[in-house]
């Protein structure tokens, strides 16, 4: 129960960072915001601070948050003489606000690295010899029938000490039958052959080496640093693994809320530094997804803010409202589709 209020917790904090960026740079640009609500359903409590436009609220199912900026809705009707309507104020000021969300996701996990890399940073040594400790299910080795815990022991005829020299030997070797030795409950198999399917212009056979961690407090410019490039390696990782996807034309690699709750209880129980490390990828992963041109997202919009910035003239409002309402219900029946694939499961 504790590791499943902590995930609740969680996942709520990263979402209601994302809508204090929404909310932050519109109230800087003097944007009016008419409601900042933490969760969704019936209003437990509500309170507007004197002088303030913003009614914050909390409500009854704790996950999620959204915050409502005037004149944003296709429905509202908007006085051009109301300075403080979201499509009243300048290109820059409306842009950064969209654009606030996802960077408020990037800072809140560079903080995070700095605030860990500070404290005890943890490296992760891989293991000699090579010990397999997750294999993926649908991945050629799953087929060949590896199983966590076995030791990669000799492939394609070199011996293996550790998952350098595997991925040295494997990557070349995509759509190529190449026999690897293991070593099992202290014995050695009979060779078993795998072939490395391509991802990402390389062959892989789907298994997670065993790391040792080592943790150690770096200094103050190395953790500056860390906590600057990390996010933008988790960064890349998503993009590809998003257009491994497209290119496979499949949902599988996908984890909607449920999927993501599980993850994060699994890495709570673990302590708090494995909570800690999710949250890090779950805050990039929601901050690089929402700026993906896509309708309806942070990106969709910010595409027609380009449009506006490149033409010089407004998009047609009904237009864009038409595109976004599209988008919004293509991706709620994507996040329909993993949820209950992820309850299932």
Known sequence: MLQFLAAILGLSLLVIVHEAGHYLFARAFGIRVTRFSI???????????????TVFQVCAIPFLAYVMIAGM????????????????????????????????????????????????????IPSEPMV????????????????VGDIITEANGRPIHNVKELIEVTAPRAGLATKYVIKRDGQLLAPLTIT?????????????PKFEPRYRALPLGEAATLAITRPWQYTVANLAGMADLVRRRT????????????????????????FVQVLIAISVALG??????????????LVFLGYEIITRRRPNERIEAAVHTVGLLFLLGVIA?????????
């Open 132 to 147: 397999v400790d997750a294999v993926d299910p649908s991945s050629p080795a799953a087929k060949a029938g590896l199983k």
């Open 73 to 124: 809705n296709p429905a509202e009707e908007v006085d051009p003489n109301d300075p403080g309507l979201y499509p009243n104020k300048s290109i820059l000021a409306r842009t950064l606000t969209i654009f606030g969300g996802p960077f408020a996701n990037y800072l809140a996990a560079s903080l995070m690295i700095f605030a860990l890399a500070l404290t005890g940073w943890r490296d992760e």
């Open 39 to 53: 969760g969704l359903g019936p209003v437990l409590a509500k309170w507007q601070p004197k002088g303030s436009p």
């Open 288 to 301: 690089s997804f929402n700026l993906l041109p896509f309708p309806a997202l942070d990106g969709g919009r």
């Open 196 to 208: 490395p399917h391509k991802m990402e212009g390389r062959g892989i056979i789907g298994v997670t």
């Open 337 to 345: 589709l993993v949820t209950l694939r992820d309850i299932v499961s």
């Open 251 to 274: 949902t599988e690699g996908l984890t909607g809320p449920v999927g993501m709750g599980k993850l994060v209880a699994q890495q709570a129980e673990k302590g708090m530094y494995a």
